[in-house]
């Protein structure tokens, strides 16, 4: 059977490399910090493994944690000036010379992530499934990554003038890596780290405390004004945790269930559905959903980091009115 350990083990090796080439560039004024961060969150892919499958302890990964936390928070993260990308010249260079081409390795990874989650899944061998049961899609998603740079690598066929500096080698993607984790920063794992924020609101009952507060505001018998505070909430609290996977627990612990579904009998997969898209309302208009807002802005070298949700708000707010709208006629 196969698990999705070795696409974690992965993803440590990549975040220990970027830690190596960090270290050997001395025109980062903080590279110490740096290295630590990304070799702490590199080791913690590989020792996360283990503590899965509960052969090791978790408090060692919750220190790593903190370490981390505290040189993001105290700036100990800093840029270095030896990674050097093409030029704006060079870009436009190449885009006119490969055109459509550089979408193909991106392509790739959504294609055969869907093939992974719908054909690959229903493989046997000796009877037992090939893939481990709930992993199916991120196992898709990482073989889908692997194949799309081998793909790009063989398309764009990267040279020393098309990169900047440097040797032609496989290692140019994860130079061309460390170089955006850097640009980035910490936020890179802010989506991790909101995601489990809310396992723990949920695991402290805040569901719970919210769906007290939210019976004595709500009118009895409105079935209007629920599904407004649940769509509404999910669009609140993505905004503030930055994650509507986050908010999600909290939300229908405190609404979703309780209200919607047991007491007005919705339909569960249409308010779920239709909720965590009202989620994804507030994923537009909110910074910390880093991965979406503020990785663009870095990576399009945009002159205002906020620029991404200036331009989504007009969407994200007339699109929550239609999930209330749609939740509210075709759920119940």
């Not at 990267?158 to 032609?168: E, K």
């Amino acid at each position: 059977m196969i698990t999705a350990d070795w696409l974690y083990w992965l993803c440590g090796a990549i975040f220990l490399g970027a830690a190596v080439i960090v270290g050997r560039d001395r025109e980062n004024p903080k590279r110490i910090g740096s290295v630590a961060f990304w070799a702490l969150l590199g080791l913690s892919f590989w020792y996360g493994t283990f503590v899965v499958r509960k052969a090791a302890p978790p408090w060692l990964l919750g220190l790593a944690v903190i370490a981390m936390a505290c040189l993001a928070g105290f700036g100990a993260l800093g840029k270095g000036g030896g990674l050097r990308s093409t030029t704006e010249k060079q870009r436009v260079a190449l885009a006119e010379r490969f055109g459509g081409r550089v979408f193909v390795p991106a392509l790739i990874i959504p294609v055969v992530a869907i093939l992974f989650a719908t054909l690959v899944v229903k493989i046997k061998v000796n009877g037992q499934p090939l893939l481990l049961k709930g992993s199916e899609t991120l196992i898709g998603l990482g073989v889908g990554s692997v194949l799309a740079l081998v793909v790009g690598l063989l398309i764009l066929r990267p040279t020393p003038a098309s990169i900047g500096s440097g040797p032609l080698t496989p290692a140019v993607p994860l130079r061309e890596g460390t170089r955006l984790l850097q640009a980035i920063g910490w936020a890179a794992v802010l989506p991790q780290m909101l995601a489990t924020l809310g396992l723990l609101f949920d695991q402290a009952g805040v569901g719970k405390v919210v769906g007290k507060l939210t019976k004595d505001v709500l009118p009895q018998g409105s079935l209007i004004w629920a599904v407004v505070v649940y769509c509404l909430g999910m669009a609140v609290f993505t905004i503030v945790m930055g994650n509507a996977f986050a908010a999600f627990p909290v939300m229908t612990a405190a609404v979703g269930w309780p209200v919607l579904i047991q007491q007005f009998h919705g339909n569960p997969p249409v308010v779920f559905a239709v909720g965590m898209l009202a989620g994804f309302c507030g994923t537009l208009c909110t910074p910390m959903a880093a991965n979406f807002n503020i990785v663009p802005a870095v990576l399009l070298e945009m002159k205002n980091q906020y620029g991404p949700i200036k331009a989504q708000l007009p969407t994200a707010i007339p699109l929550l009115a239609c999930n209330v709208a749609i939740m509210y006629f075709f759920a119940f």
